[in-house]
């Protein structure tokens, strides 16, 4: 598979349809009013399993042959992507191998569980997750779904900025966290396609700015020791995202962690939406580079609501 | 005026429609399967000022003569309906005066300030407020707007149920917390209009039960140190309220604090949303009463979002 065309992303928002919720826009006065632009927020956190990785995971699943889907799918991820693959596999009646640290929080676990996953668990290290996916692979079979480095979860995420940009038109720029960059690349491909001249940026973290790094030098820097409250955001991008961000994003920029935590409570506050702390990245970023973002329309992924209420950052 | 007939609610919802939001009607699979029973959210925590209460205040003031309006409008709250209240005003452009005890939280009063109401601050006793509330009406010539015992604002809060049953229909039951019974007045008249096989239950905190003890004594009890934390909720029903209730209403239900923290973190969980816990009560009630709602479409009028992150009951 080649890059995503913009009726791969339509056939994918075709597939996924039945089992992905078709998210609202949302918009705040108060918020616009604080940075003096037009904001349009993607709730991605209203998304089953509370994130965008549901669509990545569905297009996936459901694009397996009868054949591959019957020996099962498995991915290591402690995040979004473990829960998403596991819903997404029960729906479509098939196994899902999920592996986790042994360290990853039980809440987690029991989600992934709960959507009908088996989890296995491993050491917390690299070595030990990729001989445990390795071993679960010769054994059932099953097909490594990777959480982002992968063109048709890439193609599932993109469905999400395909439908901000059908229903809100004449957007300027477009905004996404960037991570491991598969809900950059989605976006920035579905926004490109439909509107040429609409600006893609993505926020990143300061305290987690290896994309920003290889974008600016022109080569691939890897993420090293993260410290950021913006726990989505802690990969690298991969050998497939970062050719596409290179090529399709126009600018990325990065944000104190004072200002996602803010741009968190001003959320919460004002839109009364829950969103998790990578969500607010984009909108930090705004805080944080005003005269940048002045007077212009703008679409913002929100990219999940996953957030522990017990251990909230004020 | 007499009890607001269909045609006035509907003319209240054109009249406020240029300063409302028309907030959306959510639903969770989730909580669905923990009650057994098919729930629609209209969500009035989006609405401006993070409450319903923003509709029943823009009907008032609108409906104000030019010369009434000169004159400028006051109240006295500490809650919703005080922010709801002033930027009505400001909307128009006229004066709001809001009294306010003096032992009223500086967020709430500076949220007032900041909608551009002029705050009046009192001793904490009835007798200050109502006293306050004279010299300022005498003075000034303001006209006073009751936070619910007042059919314009009966009839405003009402298109909150017209919109949801006009959007979600063949509800078998229609659920509202009730406090002082302006919501829960107006949800009952919209809903028996468009629908009179439809059931409207009110949902109470055990806690501050005077709502439900008068309906099922059938004469007025009033509300004596209630001590729960659905703080929306603690004022008695009123001489306007409490005969539309006793007619349109079907049912009245309790809850007690434990279940509506836990209906509370279950819809901030689950659906990513930010609630008050006021607006939890009726999901409250739903979890301690199972037997009465299963099976059921219900819709439930979700009253507010605004919510002290700093102060969270978990």
């Given amino acids: 598979m080649s890059i995503p065309t913009l009726e791969e992303i339509r056939q994918a928002a075709l597939r996924i349809k039945p089992f992905v919720h078709r998210t609202p ?15 349009f927020f993607k709730c991605e956190n209203f998304q ?58 039980r809440v987690k676990i029991d989600g992934v569980k709960g959507y009908g996953g088996e989890v296995i668990l491993c050491e917390p290290t690299l070595h030990a997750r990729e001989s445990t996916s ?34 809100v038109k004449n957007l300027e720029i477009v905004m996404a966290p960037v991570g491991g960059g598969g ?15 609409t600006q893609v940026i993505a926020a990143e973290p300061k305290e987690a700015d290896d994309a920003y790094r290889s974008f600016k030098s022109g080569s691939f820097v890897s ?11 802690l990969t690298s991008t ?10 399709y994003v126009t600018d990325i920029v990065t944000v104190t962690e004072e200002n996602i935590v803010a741009a968190m409570k001003h959320t919460w506050e004002r839109m009364k939406i829950i969103i998790e702390p990578s969500s607010a990245v984009p909108f930090g970023a705004i805080l944080e580079n005003r005269s940048q973002f002045k007077g212009k329309r703008i ?8 957030v522990d209420l017990a251990n909230l950052p004020w």
């Fill in 25 to 39: 826009v949302l918009t705040c006065q108060t918020l616009n009013r604080m940075v003096d632009a037009e904001l």
């Fill in 238 to 247: 991969g050998e497939i995202t970062f050719p596409l961000i290179q090529k």
């Fill in 48 to 105: 089953k399993v509370g994130a965008f990785k549901f669509r990545g995971a569905t297009n996936a699943v459901l694009s397996l042959t009868d054949a591959e889907a019957g020996k099962g799918v498995c991915t290591h991820s402690s995040g979004n992507h473990a829960q998403a693959l596991a819903l997404a596999a029960t729906n479509r009646g098939i196994k899902s191998y999920i592996i986790m640290p042994r360290t990853a929080a």
């Fill in 183 to 197: 809900l950059l690349s989605g976006t920035a491909l579905a926004t490109r396609y439909l509107s040429s001249t």
């Fill in 134 to 167: 390795a071993d679960i692979q010769k054994k059932t079979g099953a097909l490594f779904i990777h959480p982002y480095d992968n063109l048709i979860i890439i193609t599932g995420q993109a469905t999400a900025a395909l439908e901000l940009n059908e229903e």
């Fill in 299 to 306: 679409g913002i992924i929100i990219s999940g609501g996953n």
């Fill in 223 to 233: 993420s090293e020791n993260p410290t950021t409250i913006a726990d989505g955001l």
